[in-house]
């Protein structure tokens, strides 16, 4: 399977000398550093100076490796400063604004953010970004954000922070690639990273690569469809796995059915107060969150996910569910086997996390 390059990213750093090498991540999730040029052997006089160099160095290189990473999502938009180790050193979340002139409204408060953090040319920038996405462009049609259609981001950031490395990666495909990095896929060979919250969205893992498609959309199941009966997704298709799984959908669902609550929370609380309608209305969506999946499974000839979101995050209950309906699901396609799922690692800088991962590869 190819890896694509995101576009907007330039050739690789060459600042520390050392290029930017994919990093091993260690069991506690920390990253290595593989390679040094400096091999002095540890004894004597010269165990002192190769401190004193391996010191002098890391503050170096420290400083060169930060990444600067940004997550569109459909609600908000996070900023942060990651460090070389992939941990988030300082953060902002900015509401997304009602308003046509997105852009406009939040450039300023990226610009002010990263600027005050230290950013420098140099610096790589990585942006995961809700989708669709269009990588060979730059562009970005994020469902629940319906003034950017084939909006150039990657322009407007390069122009926004005068920066020379821009990199891009559907936010889905940010987890997978953050899992399996630091998180709950280490060691994991092929992968479905998924999540369930607002939407519903993936990013496939393949012989211990992402594999991104031709537009940096695979694995884009929550929008695949799973009945006949007609119903719309705001995407435009009919009947998709969101419309049936996602957090928002399923509150709507028991709006409809006369149950009061304003949000996904209320409705868990509900069924675990013992309502059987609110049960119900979760587990139906665990179902379609199941039906997609193991079509995924069936597609790549895969067998594991990690799921995460909030939907998942939200109970037992819910991820007992999941995992009962992949059981039946994958029932009667014998080369599946027995479905995994696995709930995820990593939760609210997943996407922070996997962009700079992403940026530090470009
Ligand atoms: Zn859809």
Redesign the pocket.
């Known amino acids: 399977m190819r890896g694509r390059s995101a576009v907007g990213s330039a050739e690789p750093c060459q600042g520390s000398g050392r290029g930017f090498e994919p990093r091993r991540p260690l069991a506690g999730g920390v990253a290595e550093r593989r390679g040094s040029g400096l091999q002095i052997p540890l004894h004597g006089f010269k165990s002192r100076l190769h401190l004193k160099v391996q010191r002098i160095t890391t503050l170096f290189e420290i400083e060169l490796s930060m990444f600067f990473a940004i997550d569109i999502g459909g609600t908000k938009v996070a900023i942060a400063k990651v460090s070389e180790r992939f941990e988030v050193v300082k953060k902002l979340e900015i509401p997304v604004p009602k308003s046509q002139d997105v852009w406009a409204n939040i450039s300023p408060i990226i610009k002010d953010f990263f600027n005050s953090n230290d950013l420098e040319k140099s610096h790589p920038v990585g942006i995961s970004t809700a989708g669709p996405i269009n990588l060979e462009k730059g562009e970005i049609s994020p469902?629940n954000i319906p003034s950017w259609r084939n909006f150039p981001l990657i322009d407007n950031v390069k122009k926004l922070l005068e920066v020379e490395k821009v990199s891009m990666i559907g936010d889905a495909a940010a987890i997978a690639i953050a899992e399996h990095t630091v998180g709950a896929g280490q060691g994991l060979t092929d992968f479905l990273g998924a999540t369930v919250s607002t939407g519903v969205g993936g990013g496939v893992i393949i012989n211990n690569q992402i594999y991104l498609g031709t537009t940096g959309n695979s694995a884009f199941f929550?929008?695949t469809r799973i009945n006949l009966a007609g119903n719309v997704?705001?995407?435009g298709?009919l009947d998709?796995v969101?419309?049936y799984a996602s957090g928002p959908n399923l509150v709507r669902t028991a709006n409809k059915l006369e149950i009061a609550v304003e949000n996904f929370e209320e409705l868990t609380k509900l069924a675990l107060s013992g309502n059987d309608l609110a049960k119900q209305i979760i587990d139906n969506g665990a179902k379609a969150m199941a039906i997609g999946i193991i079509n995924f499974f069936c597609d790549f000839d895969i067998n594991t996910a990690i799921v995460g979101g909030g939907v998942m995050q939200s109970s037992e209950f819910y991820r007992t569910a999941l995992q009962a309906h992949m059981n039946k699901e994958a029932e009667k396609v014998q080369f599946i086997g027995k479905p995994k799922l696995i709930p995820a690692k990593l939760e609210r800088d997943t996407c922070l996390i996997g962009a700079a991962i992403w940026a530090s590869k470009q």
């Open positions: 469902v929550g929008h997704c705001p995407c298709r998709c969101e419309l």
